[in-house]
C-alpha cells in the first residue's frame, strides 16, 4: 500500500472509529472489549482490501455485521450478569432521565440473544429498513419481521420499567439515540 492510501485509512479510522465503536458496542450487547475486538478485525480485514474500497464506512459496516452474524452462529456461550434488584429511575432533570433509559435500554438489550439484539441495532439504531437488514443477515424480509417482533416482546416483557422513562407519547425520538425503541407497557 503506498503512503497517500495509509493516510487515506489513518484518517479514516480517526473520524469514523468512534461512531463504529457505537455500533459495535450495541451489537455485542455492551460488552465494550468485545466491541473493540469486533471494530479491530473488521478495520484490519479493510485494510487489507483498502485501495479497492469505493464506501469504506458502508464496508466496514458490512463487515462488523457478518463478524457479529458469525460469532452467534458459533454459539459461544454468553456470561450473564445477574443482579439483585433492578436499578431504580431517578427522578430529575431530562438529561437525568435520558441516561436512565440509555442504561436501561443497554443492559435490557444485553438479556436479549446476539440475533435479537443485531436486528434491533440494525432497524432501530442504524435504522435501516427491513430489506436491507434482510440483505445484511441473509435471511427473508419475513424473518427480518418476525425477529423484530419477537424481540420488542420480549424487550418488553424484561424490562417493562423501559415504558416507565421513555418519551411521552406524543413527543419524538432522535432516530442516532442508544435507545432503539420506545417500549410501552
Known amino acids: 500500500m503506498d503512503a497517500e492510501a495509509q493516510d487515506r485509512f489513518r484518517e479514516f479510522v ?3 472509529s468512534s461512531s463504529l465503536l457505537k455500533t459495535a458496542v450495541l451489537l455485542t450487547g455492551g460488552d465494550r472489549h468485545a466491541a473493540e ?10 485494510l487489507n482490501r483498502w485501495q479497492r474500497i ?3 464506512e458502508a464496508y466496514v459496516r458490512q463487515i462488523l455485521y457478518r463478524q457479529q452474524i458469525s460469532r452467534w452462529r458459533l454459539k459461544w456461550r454468553r456470561r450473564e450478569l445477574s443482579v439483585a434488584e433492578l436499578p ?3 427522578a430529575g432533570s431530562d438529561g437525568v432521565a435520558a441516561a436512565d433509559l440509555r442504561l436501561l435500554t443497554r443492559g435490557a438489550l444485553t438479556r436479549l ?6 436486528v434491533l441495532v440494525l432497524r432501530y439504531f442504524e435504522d435501516l429498513p427491513e430489506a436491507d437488514v434482510a440483505r445484511i443477515l441473509g435471511c427473508s424480509v419475513g ?3 418476525s425477529t423484530t ?3 420488542l416482546a420480549r424487550l418488553r416483557a424484561i424490562a417493562p420499567e423501559l415504558g416507565a422513562l421513555g418519551p411521552a407519547a406524543g413527543e419524538s425520538q432522535p432516530s442516532r439515540d442508544f ?3 420506545e417500549v410501552r407497557p
Open 149 to 151: 417482533h419477537r424481540s
Open 179 to 181: 435507545s432503539p425503541v
Open 88 to 90: 431504580e429511575a431517578a
Open 143 to 145: 424473518t427480518v419481521r
Open 54 to 56: 469505493d464506501e469504506p
Open 14 to 16: 480517526e473520524n469514523r
Open 113 to 118: 440473544t446476539a440475533r435479537q439484539r443485531t
Open 37 to 46: 475486538d469486533l471494530l479491530q478485525n473488521a478495520l484490519v480485514k479493510a
